[in-house]
């Protein structure tokens, strides 16, 4: 008897690992956005005083969900120089989650946005607070769920600026360069009528097609593979986001975003047009991939090759 309990208990528990759910905070989630949106935060320009006001709630934010710092701080400062701008001490903000390896995956989301114009804030709520609320929410679902890689999480600075966070990350990375296997990078999870995400990068990196597929479906977000394809021109978005330095560096990635709409880079980037149905699923989508990448990377290359 005691040995048939046994195996039913078995198959049970590997069921309910293999039928796992991804669940988030969806008020957190939304609320994240929704401050990082406000007005207060002035557009988030690299520099500014609504820049910094933004950095303060992310450190806030990633001390509460227990991310460690690199060397006691989150805060990593560097110069940033770009179309026309001279910022001295922009600022990436970086903690990780231990895991059993030192190779990691690197998460990122940037948190600048372009400030105000013509007396107009430019809040950019799709761009990019939504996928540093999705970035807040991978890190409170990996301190409960304990990784096997060790799972860096940054939100960078500049990337409106011509992607210089994630350059300035890469050129004096927190972890050596060789350890680390992927990056997933989020920019615009939180705005599409169809319901669509996309994933990009496989066509540069064939073996992360099957992790993706493993994905569980959700039902108000949907996942396609694509715009990576140097043919498609504009829609290749293989260079349009801070993804790109990693992949310059031959760092496989995988870059998760929606479409272009109206408010893309618009004043009317607001925290009233979220799609507070897709924008949940849109995440979690993203969070089961790293799950699964955390799983199964390593095998996964190996079996390409
Ligand atoms: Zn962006």
């Known amino acids: 008897m005691k040995k048939i309990v046994l195996i039913s208990a078995l198959v049970v528990g590997s069921f309910a690992v293999s039928a796992q759910e991804i669940k988030l905070d969806k008020k957190q989630l939304l ?46 400062h560097f110069k940033l120089e770009g179309r026309g701008v001279v910022v001295d001490k922009a600022t990436n903000l970086i903690g990780y989650i231990p895991g059993k390896s030192d190779k990691a995956i690197v ?17 950019g709520t799709d761009d990019n607070a939504s996928g540093v609320g ?47 296997l992927l990056n997933v990078n989020m920019d615009m999870l939180s705005v599409n009528e169809k319901g669509e995400l996309y994933a990009s990068g496989v066509y540069h990196y ?54 272009d709409h109206p408010h893309y880079h618009k004043p009317s980037d607001d925290f009233v047009n979220v799609n507070q149905k897709f924008y949940p699923d849109a995440a979690a989508l993203v969070i089961d991939f790293i799950r699964v990448a955390d799983q199964k990377l390593e095998a996964s290359a190996a079996n390409t090759k």
């Open 31 to 76: 609320h994240d956005v929704q401050v990082l949106a406000a007005d207060s935060m002035e557009g988030r320009l690299s520099g500014s005083e609504g820049n910094a006001k933004a950095q303060a709630y992310i450190e806030k934010r990633f001390k509460q969900v227990g991310l460690k710092p690199f060397k006691g701080n989150y805060k990593h």
């Open 107 to 123: 998460i990122t989301a940037h948190y600048d946005h372009v400030g105000v114009r013509d007396g107009k804030i430019f809040n």
């Open 134 to 180: 999705a970035l807040l929410a991978a890190a409170s679902y990996f301190k409960k769920h304990k990784p096997d890689h060790t799972l860096i999480f940054a939100a960078l600075d500049g990337e409106e600026l011509g992607l210089k966070g994630a350059n300035a990350f890469l050129e004096n990375p927190p972890v050596p360069l060789e350890n680390i």
């Open 206 to 259: 064939p073996f992360l097609k099957p992790l993706l597929q493993e994905i569980k479906p959700r039902p108000e977000a949907k996942l396609i593979l694509g715009h990576d394809k140097p043919e498609q021109g504009h829609d290749d978005w293989t260079n349009q986001s801070d993804h790109y330095q990693f992949h310059k560096r031959k760092i496989p990635f995988v870059y998760f975003g929606v479409e």
